[in-house]
């Protein structure tokens, strides 16, 4: 059981059967009254976000959840799931595309992610903070297009619309950032 003085930014936490990121914490003493710790908590299966205030010295009733975390390769969807392949085992694992959500706008065949499961069923997917991308539909560039110049929209390969220089053509394949969706760099091959 954890108590107040554990609850800190990046702590997963166990709650009323449901597991959940703490992604703010704030300690606060009052001149009147006990201290307490007021966490915002993300939970890990649906994303929600909710407020959760502990006072110290109570009982928190968070516990530490069974989690583990599995190096995976994503292999392909079928429409309704999505294929991944452990890398110590070559153990095949298929997600239904509920728990993928935002995740399809990153995951091209080859990539390594982490799989993050709770008592044995996938909850989350995390990506490295950088994907390379290759732009799938974009307006044509014109002469005098420069780094220095405006921004336009492009349609990733997988969907995932980014604001890119002018310069950039259908192709070429970006650097994007996945904790963003920002644009970062041309890569270089």
């Known amino acids: 059981m954890y108590q107040t003085t554990e609850l800190k930014k990046g702590v997963k936490i166990e709650l009323e059967s449901k597991v959940y990121l703490i992604v703010k914490a704030d300690f606060t003493n009052p001149g009147k009254g006990s201290a307490f710790v007021k966490c915002r908590l993300k939970n890990l299966e649906s994303g929600a976000v ?63 992610v982490g799989l993050m499961f709770y008592n044995g069923k996938p909850i989350s997917i995390e990506f490295p903070n950088f994907v390379n991308l290759t732009v799938q539909e974009t307006d044509p560039g014109l002469k005098g297009d420069s780094a220095a110049g405006g921004m336009k929209k492009a349609i990733m390969e997988t969907g995932l619309q980014v604001s890119v220089p002018l310069f950039i053509k259908e192709g070429e394949k970006l650097k994007i950032d996945s904790r963003t969706g920002e644009y970062v760099e041309r890569v270089k091959e």
């Not at 799931?81 to 890398?87: A, E, G, P, T, Y």
Request: net charge negative; glycine share 6%; proline share 2%.
């Open 50 to 112: 909710t407020e959760r205030t502990f006072k110290s010295g109570v009982s928190t009733g968070a516990t530490a959840p069974n989690l583990s975390e599995r190096k995976m390769e994503y292999l392909y969807n079928d429409g309704s799931n999505w294929f991944f392949m452990d890398q110590q085992n070559f153990e095949t694992i298929e997600i239904h595309k509920d728990y993928v959500d935002d995740a399809t706008n990153y995951l091209v065949e080859g990539i390594h």
